[in-house]
C-alpha cells in the first residue's frame, strides 16, 4: 500500500469470518514502542466492509510495567482541587485557540457546561470530550472518545456515536447518583445511547477518569484513547492500549442495519465490544501532578518524551515546577498560579504540536516508528493526521 494511503488509513470496526482466538491485553514487563495500528498489503482486494482475519499478535502501544504511584502518609488528611481544561482540532481543520479550547469552570452551573461542550463539539471531527461535575460526592468526571472511522465506507459518520457518547455520561455523571466510578459512567452512557435509538450507527473508543477530592483517580479506559500522569517532572503511569489488532482498537459501538444486512449476506460479525472490557486502575494523585486525558491523534504523533518537553516548558515558564534538592517540584506558591487558563494554555499547545507534528512528513513520530518496524517495505515517514482532542487536568492541594 503506497505511503499516501497508510497516512490516512481509518481504524477498523468490523471483522471477517476468520477470528484467531481472543486474550486479555495486559501489560507487558518491559518499556517498548508498539503498536495499535494494522496494515497489510492486501487490504485493497479485500471487502471494503470487512476488516482482515486477526494477524499474528501484535503487542499494544503503551502497554507499560511501571512502578507503583507512591502513596503520601497524610493523604487521608488532604484534599485536593483540579484545575481543567481541553483542546481539540478536527482533521482538515487549522487549530484556532480562540475556538478549539475549552475552560472548565466550578461555579458555572451544570447546563452552562453541558451546552458550551456541545457547541465546541463541531470542531472536533470525530473526537469527542466532556467535562462533569458529579453528584455524589463533589467528584470530576472527564473522558474523551475517538469515533472509529472504519464506518467511513459504510456512510456512517461516527463522530454523532462518540458525541452522543460522550453526551450521555456527562448527564450520568452529574444525574445518576448510582454513576459513581468511570466504568459505571461508560456503561450507563453506552446504554443510553443504544436506548435513545438516535445514533444511527458508529463506534468509538473511550477514556473516563474521575478526579475526587481526596486525590484519588478512578480511570476505565477502553480502545486506544488514554491517559498519563507526570509528577515531578517524569512520566509516572501510562494506560496501556486495547487493541484487537494492529489499527482496531476495542469500542463501542451501534452496528447498523445496512452493514447487518451486508453480514448476514456475505459473513463476518462487527466488532462490538463492552464497558466491562474496559482497563480499570486507581491511582493516589499528588500536588502538582498534570493528568492528561487524549485519542489516539496525540499519542500517534507526540511521544512521551515529547509531552514531557512540552509539559515541562510550559509549567517552568508558569512558574508552577521549580528545582528542588530531590529534582523538579510543584512551586511553593502552586495554588496561587493553578486556574483553568494556565491548564488551557497548556493542553492547546500539546494540541497545537501534535497537530504539526502530524502534517509534518521529516520527523517519525510514535506511529511512523511502529509501521517501519512492523513493515520497513512502506518507506512510511513523519506523523500521521487524525483528530485530535485531549483533557488536561493539574492537581492543586486546597
Same mark, same amino acid.
Given at each position: 500500500?503506497?505511503?499516501? &494511503?497508510? @497516512?490516512?488509513?481509518?481504524?477498523?470496526?468490523?471483522?471477517?469470518?476468520?477470528? &484467531?482466538?481472543? !486474550?486479555?491485553?495486559?501489560?507487558?514487563?518491559?518499556?517498548?514502542?508498539?503498536?495499535?495500528?494494522?496494515? $497489510?498489503?492486501?487490504?485493497?482486494?479485500?471487502? @471494503?466492509?470487512?476488516?482482515?482475519?486477526?494477524?499474528?499478535?501484535?503487542?499494544?502501544?503503551?502497554?507499560?510495567? =511501571?512502578?507503583? =504511584?507512591?502513596?503520601?502518609?497524610?493523604?487521608?488528611?488532604? !484534599?485536593?482541587?483540579?484545575?481543567?481544561?481541553?483542546?481539540?482540532?478536527?482533521?482538515? %481543520?487549522?487549530?484556532?485557540? /480562540?475556538?478549539?479550547?475549552?475552560?472548565? *469552570?466550578?461555579?458555572?452551573?451544570?447546563? !452552562?457546561?453541558?451546552?458550551?461542550?456541545?457547541?465546541?463539539?463541531?470542531? &472536533?471531527?470525530? /473526537?469527542?470530550?466532556?467535562?462533569?461535575?458529579?453528584?455524589?460526592?463533589?467528584?470530576?468526571?472527564?473522558?474523551?472518545? #475517538?469515533?472509529?472511522?472504519?464506518?467511513?465506507?459504510?456512510?456512517?459518520?461516527?463522530?454523532?456515536? $462518540?458525541?452522543?457518547?460522550?453526551?450521555?455520561?456527562?448527564?450520568?455523571?452529574?444525574?445518576?447518583? /448510582?454513576? $459513581?466510578?468511570?466504568?459505571?459512567?461508560?456503561?450507563?452512557?453506552?446504554?443510553q445511547v443504544l436506548h435513545e435509538d438516535k445514533v444511527p450507527g458508529g463506534a468509538s473508543t473511550a477514556s473516563v477518569g474521575v478526579l475526587r477530592p481526596n486525590g484519588k483517580l478512578a480511570a476505565a479506559n477502553l480502545g486506544d484513547s488514554g491517559f498519563i500522569?507526570?509528577?515531578?517532572?517524569?512520566?509516572?503511569?501510562?494506560?496501556?492500549?486495547?487493541?484487537?489488532?494492529?489499527?482496531?482498537?476495542?469500542?463501542?459501538?451501534? =452496528?447498523?442495519? !445496512? *452493514?447487518?444486512?451486508?453480514? #448476514?449476506?456475505?459473513?463476518?460479525s462487527p466488532y462490538s465490544d463492552s464497558p466491562q472490557d474496559a482497563d480499570v486502575s486507581t491511582h493516589d494523585l499528588q500536588n502538582g501532578d498534570v493528568i492528561l486525558f487524549a485519542t489516539d491523534g496525540i499519542w500517534d504523533n507526540l511521544s512521551h518524551q515529547d509531552l514531557l518537553n512540552i509539559i515541562s516548558e510550559e509549567s517552568n515558564k508558569a512558574?508552577?515546577?521549580?528545582?528542588?534538592?530531590?529534582?523538579?517540584?510543584?512551586? #511553593?506558591?502552586?495554588?496561587? %498560579?493553578?486556574?483553568?487558563?494556565?491548564?488551557? $494554555?497548556?493542553?492547546?499547545?500539546?494540541?497545537?504540536?501534535?497537530?504539526?507534528?502530524?502534517?509534518?512528513?521529516?520527523?517519525?513520530?510514535?506511529?511512523?516508528?511502529?509501521?517501519?518496524?512492523?513493515?520497513?517495505?512502506?518507506?512510511?515517514?513523519?506523523?500521521?493526521?487524525?483528530?485530535?482532542?485531549?483533557?488536561?487536568?493539574?492537581?492543586?492541594?486546597?
Open positions: 500500500m503506497p505511503c499516501t &494511503a497508510l @497516512r490516512s488509513l481509518p481504524r477498523f470496526g468490523l471483522r471477517g469470518p476468520v477470528l &484467531a482466538p481472543r !486474550t486479555p491485553i495486559t501489560s507487558v514487563s518491559s518499556i517498548t514502542a508498539s503498536s495499535r495500528f494494522s496494515h $497489510s498489503p492486501s487490504l485493497s482486494s479485500r471487502p @471494503r466492509l470487512l476488516a482482515l482475519p486477526l494477524p499474528p499478535r501484535i503487542t499494544p502501544i503503551r502497554c507499560y510495567a =511501571i512502578a507503583p =504511584i507512591s502513596k503520601p502518609a497524610d493523604l487521608k488528611e488532604q !484534599t485536593y482541587r483540579y484545575a481543567i481544561s481541553a483542546a481539540f482540532s478536527g482533521k482538515g %481543520k487549522r487549530f484556532m485557540r /480562540d475556538r478549539n479550547v475549552y475552560r472548565f *469552570i466550578p461555579k458555572e452551573t451544570p447546563t !452552562t457546561h453541558a451546552e458550551e461542550q456541545k457547541r465546541l463539539q463541531a470542531f &472536533a471531527g470525530q /473526537d469527542a470530550f466532556f467535562v462533569s461535575r458529579m453528584r455524589s460526592d463533589g467528584a470530576v468526571a472527564v473522558g474523551v472518545a #475517538d469515533g472509529v472511522g472504519g464506518y467511513d465506507e459504510a456512510g456512517i459518520n461516527s463522530a454523532d456515536f $462518540s458525541q452522543g457518547l460522550c453526551s450521555e455520561m456527562s448527564v450520568a455523571a452529574k444525574n445518576t447518583k /448510582d454513576c $459513581s466510578n468511570p466504568q459505571m459512567i461508560l456503561s450507563v452512557g453506552y446504554k500522569i507526570v509528577r515531578h517532572g517524569k512520566v509516572v503511569y501510562a494506560s496501556p492500549a486495547q487493541t484487537h489488532y494492529f489499527n482496531c482498537p476495542l469500542q463501542l459501538s451501534v =452496528i447498523p442495519k !445496512t *452493514i447487518r444486512a451486508h453480514i #448476514d449476506k456475505f459473513g463476518g512558574g508552577v515546577w521549580q528545582q528542588g534538592k530531590e529534582g523538579t517540584v510543584p512551586a #511553593d506558591d502552586l495554588a496561587s %498560579k493553578v486556574d483553568e487558563d494556565l491548564v488551557a $494554555s497548556l493542553v492547546a499547545k500539546i494540541v497545537e504540536v501534535a497537530k504539526s507534528r502530524s502534517h509534518n512528513t521529516r520527523i517519525d513520530g510514535p506511529f511512523a516508528k511502529e509501521v517501519q518496524r512492523l513493515y520497513p517495505g512502506e518507506n512510511y515517514h513523519g506523523g500521521k493526521v487524525d483528530d485530535i482532542c485531549a483533557v488536561c487536568a493539574v492537581v492543586v492541594q486546597a
